[in-house]
Nanobody, 115 residues
Framework: QVQLVESGGGLVQAGGSLRLSCAASRTIFSINLLAWYRQAPGKQRDLVATITSADTPKYAESVKGRFTISRDNARNKLYLQMNNLKPEDTAVYYC?????????WGQGTQVTVSS
């Protein structure tokens, strides 16, 4: 069964850090390109970072230098280390594949950054 379970969100002050985790089924982890997305209230879901099975990352300009995406293929887990958080990072964060490989969305994990 295809499943995505995000965790690790919370409330943090600006400048703080959080580490998000995503537990995914083996079916998803067999996909080359995985990603973190986020959706702020009233806005569309945006791509935050991607990573290939060879551990090549790419980041949205808004998070470059602050966020780090990683994956543990042995444990079928995807991570997002978020440092120097800003209030504009407040959103629900989701993990998934990309494009035509998108799977049903998980429940996401809420990240709230206070100023």
């Amino acid at each position: 069964q295809v499943q995505l379970v995000e965790s690790g969100g919370g409330l943090v002050q600006a400048g703080g850090s959080l580490r998000l985790s995503c537990a995914a089924s083996r079916t998803i982890f067999s996909i080359n390109l995985l990603a973190w997305y986020r959706q702020a209230p009233g806005k569309q879901r945006d791509l935050v970072a991607t990573i290939t099975s060879a551990d090549t990352p790419k980041y949205a300009e808004s998070v470059k230098g602050r966020f780090t995406i990683s994956r543990d293929n042995a444990r079928n887990k995807l991570y997002l280390q978020m440092n120097n958080l800003k209030p504009e990072d407040t959103a629900v964060y989701y993990c998934n594949a990309v494009g035509p490989n998108l799977k049903p969305w998980g429940q996401g994990t809420q990240v709230t950054v206070s100023s």
